[in-house]
């Protein structure tokens, strides 16, 4: 499964952007799980900017709750982050990540899956 992510940019302090994540490469054997995001700037740990489960529920960082809404389609396995009143703190790069269900005969795995990446940028 690789997950690839749109929507990055430059933004002024206040605008929004909306990011998206495509996973790819799912079959029926190895589904999506919970998706999310996850933000990092150089020198700091990668933090969790929001997540959703298959069913719908949400789960945000403290920074961003009230600014960011999550959702998905898991028809399309896609995943997005809408941002709104961005703050010059919110620049960092941004990363898609999914649960992968994986089933073997043994039964069933969670295996960890990224994306490479995109960058957001805001000015003040």
């Known amino acids: 499964v690789q997950l690839v992510e749109s929507g990055g940019g430059l933004v002024p302090a206040g605008g929004s952007l909306r990011l998206s994540c495509v996973a790819s490469g799912t079959t029926a054997s190895a589904s999506i799980d919970a998706m999310g995001w996850y933000r990092q700037v150089p020198g700091k740990q990668r933090e969790l900017v929001g997540r959703?489960?298959?069913?719908?529920?949400?789960d945000y960082g403290d920074s961003v709750k009230g600014r960011f809404t999550i959702s998905r389609d898991n028809a399309k396995d896609t995943v997005y982050l809408q941002m709104n009143n961005l703050k010059p703190d919110d620049t960092a790069v941004y990363y898609c990540?999914?649960?992968?269900?994986?089933?073997?005969?043994?039964?069933?795995?969670?295996?960890?899956?990224w994306g490479q990446g995109t960058l957001v940028t805001v000015s003040s």
């Open positions: 990540h999914a649960i992968v269900v994986v089933t073997i005969i043994e039964g069933k795995n969670r295996v960890d899956a």
């Open positions: 959703i489960s298959s069913a719908g529920f949400t």
